[in-house]
């Protein structure tokens, strides 16, 4: 066997060494498991069989035997691979009948499918808004938007969390529209460390207000708010009034992907000028298949939905009770709070040695000081299962004296 070349200059890499060594001090330096089974209440992670607190597998799909089995026969029918971008080679039936049934499940015009949701905001924001435009986003905004707007050359400007009036005070204070600039408002609908929904209500009436373009990101809204899991929009019943939804394909929906729904209008323009849609290879058959099967079981049923709620509700009524703080959650994301660093990466640790696979979360993808332990519910949990949960969470707290 060859043994793998080392660089001949080492000190031109010592920038990156010294930054292990300070996500190390920290304890912030990312420890990356390998599960040695499928997604599901308990999974297989580093040879141990263990409680899993820690997917976005809200609703059990990235398991299910009907997506399964839509994935296999679409392998059988359409191969493997896409073989390049759709624009330049085309792309499967498959892949218009998931975009045709995610409209109708949106109760949108049209929808079009990326490679993930990262990949959506990449495509959607700079398509809407160049150098010359302004865009207002939520200071607690996922990365993949920020990276979007970044990449769009636009002046974000951040609106306080979940705040209608500060969103206004911005757009009042900039007035896209006096000085002839397009304004494009962003948020997540759920947002992802902390579980709080995004006052889109009020959102949407200050942002029409101002005639800005409305761009919701619901990846984690998606199978989880509103009828039958269809979002967020849905939830607040504000259909029509939003621009631009952005959904994943890779959390309740359990596969992979990411999509855009919105009027024709603006998926037509996507097809046209979303960067990601250009230059890089379509999802797999066998990914779009599987995702159109589990559109099939959200639009026919919503018993996995309210299996998710009742597991959130139980779960965050025990945990609050024996003295944990969720703070503001309102969704199945419950995080744990827990403030430093190497405290939450302890009490991981400690939860894993008791069987139970549960993420420390710290800076930067929260605040400093904002550690917390991020508890995922999903619809595959039994109430045994989150009674074990608990029990575990009380025992390492008590141990490490956080409750
Ligand atoms: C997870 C997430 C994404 C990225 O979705 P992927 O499909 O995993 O790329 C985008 N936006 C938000 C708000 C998310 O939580």
């Not at 498991?33 to 069989?49: F, H, L, M, N, Y």
């Not at 390049?84 to 499967?92: D, S």
């Not at 206004?168 to 947002?191: M, N, Q, S, W, Y």
């Not at 990411?258 to 996507?270: C, M, N, P, S, Y």
Request: charged residues 25%.
């Amino acid at each position: 066997m060859t043994q793998p070349h080392v660089s001949s200059h080492p000190d031109k890499l010592k920038f990156i060494t010294d930054e292990k060594a300070r996500l190390e001090r920290e304890g912030l330096l990312i420890r990356i498991r390998t599960i040695e089974s499928p997604q599901g209440a308990w999974i297989t992670v580093d040879g141990k069989k263990v409680l899993n607190l820690c997917s976005n597998n809200y609703l059990g799909f990235a398991n299910h035997p009907q997506l399964k089995d839509a994935a296999k026969r679409a392998i059988d029918a359409y191969g493997v691979g896409p073989a390049a971008v759709r624009t330049i080679a085309g792309n499967t039936v498959l892949h218009n009948e998931l975009e045709e049934k995610l409209a109708r499940f949106k109760g949108v015009e049209a929808t079009i499918a990326y490679q993930s949701g990262f990949n959506s905001n990449l495509a959607t924001i700079p398509a809407l808004v160049g150098k010359d435009d302004l865009v207002f986003s939520d200071e607690l905004n996922h990365a993949s938007i920020i990276d979007g707007c970044r990449l769009s050359g636009a002046p974000i400007i951040r609106f306080d969390h979940c705040n209608p009036k500060s969103l206004e005070e911005k757009l009042k204070e900039h007035a896209p529209a006096a000085h002839g600039k397009r304004a494009l408002v962003i948020t997540d609908g759920v947002f992802s460390m902390d579980g709080d929904i995004a006052p889109l209500a009020r959102i949407v009436e200050v942002a029409e207000g101002f005639g800005a373009l409305i761009m919701v990101d619901d990846a984690h809204g998606e199978g989880v708010l509103g009828t039958n899991g269809r979002g967020a929009v849905d939830h607040f019943k504000m259909h029509g009034r939003v621009d631009v939804e952005v959904g994943t394909l890779s959390k309740a929906f359990g596969v992979v992907g990411g999509f855009v729904a919105g009027t024709k209008v603006i998926i037509d323009h996507l097809r046209q000028k979303g960067r990601p849609f250009l230059f890089s290879s379509a999802l797999t058959p066998a990914d779009v298949a599987a995702c159109s099967a589990a559109v099939d079981i959200l639009e026919a049923s919503d018993d996995l939905v309210q299996k998710l709620w009742t597991n959130t509700r139980y779960f965050k009524s025990k945990m609050r009770a024996a003295g944990f703080d969720t703070g503001r959650s309102e969704t199945p994301i419950t995080p744990i709070m827990l403030g430093d660093a190497k405290m939450a990466q302890q009490f991981s640790r400690r939860l894993f040695e008791e069987g139970v696979f549960a993420m420390a979360i710290g800076f930067p993808t929260v605040p400093i000081g904002k550690a917390r332990i991020r508890v995922m519910i999903s619809a595959t949990h039994s109430e045994e299962d989150l009674n074990l949960g608990v029990e575990k969470f009380v025992h390492v707290g008590k141990e490490l004296k956080v409750i």
